[in-house]
């Protein structure tokens, strides 16, 4: 498979150190997370595993990358002259300009002094007697810090099935989240795409265009609606800059985040025809807006079929072959996994060198020197594409040996799942936090704003700590247990568990099932200023004198 090539690059590499705070991952939330500490006046190390800094952005280079968030809203808002200064290019940026976005803010804030480059972290371990966190890296480095911050990501952990053979194909071959930065081209090729999630869908379109022949491998469709993008109106950017604060404060209020035009009203209680109008609507809109056509659409089955039965009659129009509009015709409930966003996505499916092969009942059995097998048919194949995904949420976090109090890892601790105290903490792992972790909001909001309110709540927390003379701070069971249930409530009275997902960890052989993030923004902001406003409710506080290190005050 091709890799992503680490090039050395300098940086403020040490041998060792002891810092106030240890942050790993250096995308939006590890960024961030190092301005707020710095502005706390604590020293900060990142850890970056990339050549560069952007996180999803650095890696994610396969043709076609966008976003599904439209750029004035995917984009941080703690400095209203940032804001003003950046110009987007597109409705939905692209992976260039994004990543373009993020150098800028490295360099506007002057961040990469504090970023240590082509680094993993390996070990983390909390040293009881110290109350501090030792951290081991790739590099060799040993360090130690109070506090230890998580921003790896929710989507970062590529998953690449473990295909018999795959070791033995001839050609180059690529995962769409660990794409070769040189570049590639497909033209005259024979390529194979296994996967048709939402990085598939973004760049099938583009590869159709070069590829002599293009095989999509799909064992599930998925829901993918229009982003009918283009360049960005400059008078529209200006209008959202010159309210940007209301702009902001509009969409902090809203379910998601996201400003998709949420309707109140009941899809099954509207009139068929007024239904249709208003599905056409936001078709012709284009992007996630289709979410908020009716408030019902994710809690009642049958509202959701009325959604259903609109979008595959679009694939109808959309695809000349009934056979392959069925094919690609999903018989999930819209939204139960990611709801996608394309750019002629289904019409590609119209021509002559794109080959639509079933793969739900009739699994690919072997990947071959020459290509990969089906039903003992052999397809011949230059180049493989697999869009097969991440292990979401936990992958990262858990490819790192995280060892808490008694040395117990949190690969134990979460063996039956992730069990987080507001997706920020665990029980068990004193002065870690986990940014956009599992049982928070995360990867159903726009991401942007629910990494700034994470890292501004873990740096009030983290000053909290420290001006209250306190050495540690981790969540009580109770607590835990509490907000872990209130999680799998939530989520049990909508319909998102009814299909396999990657939000259950359904993608994941041997993951434990669980809905991981919590369906409840904008109210999950108010729960942790409420938990914060009552000295942190929920939380054991530890002393900083040694002697009365022990003598836990729990707080709720």
């Given amino acids: 498979m091709a890799e992503v090539k680490l090039n050395p690059m300098e940086t403020n590499q040490e041998p060792g150190g002891d810092f106030d705070a240890v942050i790993v991952g250096a995308g939006f939330?590890?960024?961030?997370?190092?301005?707020?500490?710095?502005?706390?006046?604590?020293?900060?190390?990142?850890?970056?595993?990339?050549?560069?800094?952007?996180?999803?952005?650095?890696?994610?280079?396969?043709?076609?990358?966008?976003?599904?968030?439209?750029?004035?809203?995917?984009?941080?808002?703690?400095?209203?002259?940032?804001?003003?200064?950046?110009?987007?290019?597109?409705?939905?940026?692209?992976?260039?300009?994004?990543?373009?976005?993020?150098?800028?803010?490295?360099?506007?804030?002057?961040?990469?002094?504090?970023?240590?480059?082509?680094?993993?972290?390996?070990?983390?371990?909390?040293?009881?007697?110290?109350?501090?966190?030792?951290?081991?890296?790739?590099?060799?480095?040993?360090?130690?810090?109070?506090?230890?911050?998580?921003?790896?990501?929710?989507?970062?952990s590529t998953k690449t099935p473990n295909f018999k053979g795959r070791e033995h194909f001839a050609g180059p071959s690529y995962h769409t989240g660990n794409w070769a930065h040189e570049g590639d081209d497909f033209i005259g090729k024979r390529v194979g795409v296994i996967g048709t999630g939402s990085s598939a869908i973004q760049f099938i379109p583009l590869i159709a265009q070069q590829a002599s022949h293009l095989f999509v491998f799909q064992r599930t469709p998925a829901y993918t609606i229009p982003a009918h993008n283009g360049p960005l109106n400059p008078e529209v950017q200006r209008e959202v800059k010159a309210n940007y604060a209301n702009f902001r404060a509009h969409n902090k209020l809203l379910p998601s985040g996201i400003n998709i035009r949420h309707n109140e009203v009941s899809a099954l209680a509207t009139p068929p025809e007024e239904r249709q109008r208003e599905y056409e609507k936001r078709w012709e809109h284009g992007g996630l807006s289709l979410l908020g056509a009716f408030a019902d659409l994710l809690f009642s089955k049958e509202a959701n079929d009325t959604a259903v039965e609109f979008i595959h009659g679009k694939i109808r129009e959309a695809v000349?072959?009934?056979?392959?509009?069925?094919?690609?015709?999903?018989?999930?409930?819209?939204?139960?996994?990611?709801?996608?966003?394309?750019?002629?996505?289904?019409?590609?499916?119209?021509?002559?060198?794109?080959?639509?092969?079933?793969?739900?009942?009739?699994?690919?059995?072997?990947?071959?020197?020459?290509?990969?097998?089906?039903?003992g048919k052999e397809y011949e194949l230059d180049a493989i594409v697999f869009a097969t995904g991440y292990d979401a949420m936990t992958g990262s976090l858990l490819k790192i040996n995280?060892?808490?109090?008694?040395?117990?890892?949190?690969?134990?601790?979460?063996?039956?799942?992730?069990?987080?105290?507001?997706?920020?903490?665990?029980?068990?792992?004193?002065?870690?936090?986990t940014i956009t972790g599992p049982g928070s909001p995360s990867v159903l909001t726009n991401m942007i704003p629910s990494i700034e309110q994470h890292v501004e709540w873990i740096a009030d927390c983290v000053l909290y700590v420290l001006n209250h003379g306190f050495a540690c701070i981790e969540p009580t069971l109770a607590a835990q247990d509490a907000w872990v249930n209130h999680v799998n409530e939530v989520a049990g009275a909508t319909l998102y568990?009814?299909?396999?997902?990657?939000?259950?960890?359904?993608?994941?052989?041997?993951?434990?099932?669980?809905?991981?993030?919590?369906?409840?923004?904008?109210q999950y902001v108010q729960k942790c200023d409420d938990v914060a406003a009552k000295g942190y409710e929920g939380f054991v506080l530890i002393p900083g004198n040694d002697a009365e290190r022990h003598a836990a005050l729990p707080r709720g």
């Avoid at 072959?321 to 289904?346: F, H, M, Q, W």
């Avoid at 079933?358 to 089906?374: F, K, Q």
């Avoid at 669980?514 to 923004?521: D, E, I, R």
Wanted: glycine residues 10%; hydrophobic residues 35%; proline residues 5%.
């Fill in 29 to 156: 939330a590890g960024l961030y997370m190092l301005h707020r500490m710095r502005g706390l006046g604590l020293s900060a190390r990142v850890f970056e595993a990339g050549s560069g800094v952007g996180g999803t952005w650095f890696w994610n280079r396969y043709p076609g990358a966008r976003c599904d968030i439209e750029s004035m809203e995917y984009s941080y808002q703690f400095s209203d002259e940032l804001q003003q200064e950046w110009m987007w290019t597109e409705r939905y940026a692209s992976q260039p300009e994004i990543l373009r976005y993020l150098n800028h803010v490295a360099d506007r804030f002057e961040l990469r002094r504090d970023i240590q480059l082509n680094t993993r972290v390996l070990t983390a371990t909390f040293n009881e007697t110290a109350g501090r966190w030792s951290i081991e890296t790739s590099a060799g480095d040993q360090v130690s810090a109070q506090f230890c911050v998580m921003a790896t990501g929710c989507l970062s």
């Fill in 497 to 522: 568990p009814t299909c396999n997902s990657w939000y259950l960890g359904a993608n994941i052989p041997g993951k434990s099932r669980m809905f991981m993030p919590y369906l409840g923004f904008p």
């Fill in 320 to 375: 000349h072959d009934p056979n392959i509009a069925e094919k690609l015709s999903p018989r999930t409930v819209v939204a139960c996994k990611r709801l996608c966003v394309d750019t002629g996505y289904y019409q590609t499916f119209n021509r002559s060198n794109v080959t639509l092969v079933d793969v739900s009942s009739s699994p690919i059995e072997e990947i071959t020197e020459h290509g990969l097998t089906v039903k």
């Fill in 402 to 433: 995280i060892r808490g109090k008694g040395g117990r890892s949190l690969k134990e601790a979460w063996a039956e799942g992730p069990r987080t105290y507001l997706g920020v903490a665990t029980v068990g792992f004193p002065n870690l936090f």
